[in-house]
């Protein structure tokens, strides 16, 4: 029987989220055929799900990320919303709030938990590509003879996601000794403007994101940090880059490449992690991949250390909303992936521990902004 259910998908921000989003979007089609499905989106990340063939409809929401009040009155609303009849069904796979519960390590088995159904789609972000993004890159490919290289390395240099700070400048040093390979171009993709004497370090900040996906079809090899342009490269429209991926291990919201693949069963010996933020390591280390990935890989690659340090983080916000099941739930989340682990219970001990001077902190920090 078709279904004719109103449905709103809530998945806020940022472009990796969204796009890991996409397959919840595309299941929700399958549990309830013929559905109309609205999407709710922050303004800057609404072309991530442009023409997504599961998706009829979007809300434009604006609410600042990490704005944890904002994002609970827009809760309350779109409750008042469903009890009007506007939705049968919310689903709210966003990251913030009470969805914290669902942190384990990974954002994307975060946001599948959070839809609270099987996911039995296939979990490739779907990425719909017009006809003139394609030609966009085609023309850019052709524009700088990416074809005349037999080596084109994509540079993800100014991450969104937090897990790495890199400047504009060491950025280009690292493009300038890779290219010191014969037949090797570095395409520096962000929205940042790089201009270069030589050819072969290519500005990529004419491509939308979009595009950068299509442009993947060019090149051989990502060299990324777990941000936007890494995630757009592993969407059923690009092509699947083997990867160096420069990390800071330590930040609390850490989503190694690592991690992920190794929780969907993708290739993850295609994938070389470095947690030493050193330029020559860097270099010599893409250079060694250019000729042979595998050796490269058992040489360079570095196990991600496993931490918990953002459940603190779940627990004060958790506790601000005196959301004590939520705790419960978290707990339980790690458990299953994890099992017992002193670690996990150390960091939400000091959660616990911490709330009262933390609260208290920011609260007066608060009062004397305001």
């Not at 975060?110 to 993004?133: F, G």
């Not at 700070?165 to 570095?186: L, Y």
């Not at 270069?196 to 090899?221: F, K, Q, V, Y």
């Not at 930040?251 to 069963?265: A, G, L, M, T």
């Given at each position: ?193 790089v201009a270069h004497d030589n050819p072969a370090i ?169």
């Amino acid at each position: 029987m078709v279904n004719t259910a109103k449905i709103l998908l809530v998945q806020l921000y940022s472009n990796g989220d969204c796009l890991y989003a996409t397959p919840v979007a595309r299941q929700i089609k399958q549990d309830y055929p013929g559905c109309h499905l609205t999407w709710a989106i922050v303004p800057f990340c609404r072309n991530i799900i442009a023409h997504n063939p599961y998706v009829d409809d979007v809300m434009e929401v604006q609410i600042t990320k990490n704005d944890a009040p904002a994002f609970k009155r827009f809760k309350k609303q779109i409750e008042l919303q469903q009890k009007q009849g506007k939705f049968d069904h919310v689903f709210i796979t966003h990251n913030s709030g009470n969805n914290q519960e669902y942190y384990d390590g990974c954002i994307r088995s975060s946001i599948l938990r959070a839809y609270k159904r099987p996911v039995t789609v296939p979990v490739t972000p779907v990425l719909q590509l017009t006809k003139e993004e394609i030609q966009a890159s085609e023309a850019f490919a052709n524009e700088h003879q990416l074809g005349s290289y037999k080596h084109v390395v994509l540079f993800e240099f100014a991450p969104q996601s937090g897990q790495l700070n890199i400047t504009k400048e060491i950025s280009v040093n690292i493009a300038e000794a890779i290219i010191q390979k014969p037949g090797t171009a570095v395409i520096l993709s962000s929205a940042n403007k790089v201009a270069h004497d030589n050819p072969a370090i290519i500005d990529g900040s004419s491509l939308t994101l979009r595009e950068t996906a299509a442009l993947t079809h060019h090149c051989t090899m990502l060299l990324g940090c777990s941000s936007g342009i890494t995630w757009i490269t592993t969407t059923n429209a690009a092509k699947l880059l083997p990867m160096v991926q420069v990390l800071n291990a330590n930040v609390p919201w850490v989503n190694p490449v690592s991690r992920d693949f190794e929780r969907f069963q993708l290739p993850v010996e295609k994938v070389i992690e470095l947690l030493d933020f050193d330029h020559v390591k860097i270099v010599d280390c893409v250079m060694s991949a250019l000729d042979d990935f595998g050796l490269a890989r058992d040489r360079y690659n570095q196990a991600i250390p496993l931490h918990f340090k953002a459940t603190r983080h779940i627990v004060y916000q958790l506790l601000c909303s005196l959301e004590f099941g939520a705790i419960m739930r978290h707990v339980k989340v790690n458990r299953e992936v994890y099992g017992n682990r002193f670690d996990f219970y150390k960091e939400l001990l000091l959660g616990i521990l911490t709330f009262p001077v933390t609260f208290l902190k920011n609260t007066v920090r608060k009062h004397l902004f305001r």
